[in-house]
């Protein structure tokens, strides 16, 4: 029997609206419970009144120091070392959702997501395999604009302001520069399903290697 394997840590990173999310829940949808830990960077926001503030007044939660980084990085290890974590859900100061509490589990596969795992360097070094989700520009705003005013209630006008200000600015900084070093780039304007499906079948090897060598 060998030593128990060290979980496969992949980094899924892209731009805002990009996809991640649905790319991830697609995922998930072919691995079981135990098999896939995803943790998201949404859950790690500083508390609204210690987010910073641009010029005009408005919080710009598309910054690096917006995410409790330190956090982020000691969850992170605590599942390295076969540790459960928990931490309260994120609802984006939406006053009707009530926050639930999060519990993460260790397993064979555990998937890093947010617009700053590359840039975070403690995480970066600690990847596997780092993943690059890409659209278009303008596919990316219309989504931004369907989703946040559907799931956050936030009229065009504050989206475009955001777009524009924080999220362009963001993303051309601290997303752009990685994605040449990224190992996989999935193009995301109308299907990820052909990068999904290499992914999966990548997993699914780790997974059956790494739960062969506690046998």
Known sequence: MRPLERPYIVGI?????????????????????GE??????????VPKEQQCCDENGEINFDLPSSIN??????????LLAGEEIYIREYTFNNPDKEPGLLVFK????II??????????????????KI???????IKLERRIHRDAHERGYPKESVLYQWYNHVTPAFEQYLLP??????????????????????????????????DSVL
């Open 69 to 78: 980084r330190s956090e982020f990085h000691r969850h992170l290890t605590q």
């Open 13 to 33: 990173v892209g731009g805002s609206a990009s996809g991640k999310t649905t790319f991830i829940h697609r995922l998930a949808e072919h691995f079981d419970a």
């Open 112 to 129: 890093m997501e947010g617009l700053f795992v590359f840039h975070y360097e403690e995480i970066r070094e600690l990847l596997d395999l």
């Open 36 to 45: 896939l830990c995803v943790i998201s960077q949404d859950n790690y926001y």
């Open 178 to 211: 990685y994605k040449k070093h990224s190992d996989i780039i999935v193009t995301n304007n109308t299907s990820f399903d052909r990068g999904l499906e290499v992914l999966v079948h990548h997993l699914k090897a780790q997974v059956k290697w790494k739960t």
């Open 106 to 109: 260790p397993a064979p596969i």
């Open 132 to 138: 690059f989700i890409d659209a278009d520009e303008d």
